[in-house]
């Protein structure tokens, strides 16, 4: 696990924007679970650079510019959040773990996942641009 003080920012940067830390998997189950209603965007956040140079600001980019929204939006922090995380990628099966990844779920039911290797190499502006048009599909 990281020292709480090392990723604190990290958390932030997507807590800042309206982003919920999922902790615990009866978090995970609760709000994925077979009863979710709506849309539910899931960013696993990471502290590599990936993470950290497209995916956080991505995300965020995405989130303060997108017309359309998810219902809810949550994090899980891998390396940290274990219990939730190992709940997460439980949910998002065949897909193998991945972080940084993004998930969206709609109505109970995973419509849209975004691994590791659809980020790197990518600008946040091409993983926002990105995430406004799956809202705007998915979500509306």
Same mark, same amino acid.
């Given at each position: 696990?990281?020292?709480e003080e090392l990723?604190?920012?990290?958390?932030?940067?997507?807590?800042?924007?309206?982003?919920?830390?999922?902790?615990?998997?009866?978090?995970?189950?609760?709000?994925?679970?077979?009863?979710?209603?709506?849309?539910?965007?899931?960013?696993?956040?990471?502290?590599?650079?990936? %993470?950290?140079?497209?995916?956080?600001?991505?995300?965020?980019?995405?989130?303060?510019? %997108?017309?359309? $929204?998810?219902?809810?939006?949550?994090?899980?922090?891998?390396?940290?959040?274990?219990?939730?995380?190992? $709940?997460?990628?439980?949910?998002?099966?065949?897909?193998?773990?991945?972080?940084?990844?993004?998930?969206?779920? $709609?109505?109970?039911?995973?419509?849209?996942?975004?691994?590791?290797?659809?980020?790197?190499?990518?600008?946040? $502006?091409?993983?926002?641009?990105?995430?406004?048009?799956?809202?705007?599909?998915?979500?509306?």
């Amino acid at each position: 696990m990281y020292p709480e003080e090392l990723i604190a920012p990290m958390r932030a940067e997507l807590s800042t924007v309206g982003f919920e830390e999922f902790r615990t998997a009866d978090m995970v189950a609760e709000q994925l679970g077979p009863n979710h209603k709506g849309t539910t965007f899931v960013v696993v956040n990471s502290v590599c650079g990936c %993470a950290a140079g497209a995916a956080r600001p991505g995300v965020r980019y995405a989130v303060e510019n %997108a017309k359309v $929204k998810p219902t809810q939006l949550a994090t899980v922090f891998a390396g940290n959040d274990r219990d939730a995380l190992a $709940k997460f990628r439980e949910m998002v099966l065949p897909y193998p773990p991945s972080s940084p990844a993004m998930a969206l779920f $709609k109505d109970g039911e995973l419509v849209h996942f975004i691994e590791r290797h659809h980020i790197e190499g990518r600008s946040a $502006k091409m993983i926002g641009d990105h995430l406004v048009e799956v809202f705007e599909h998915f979500c509306a």
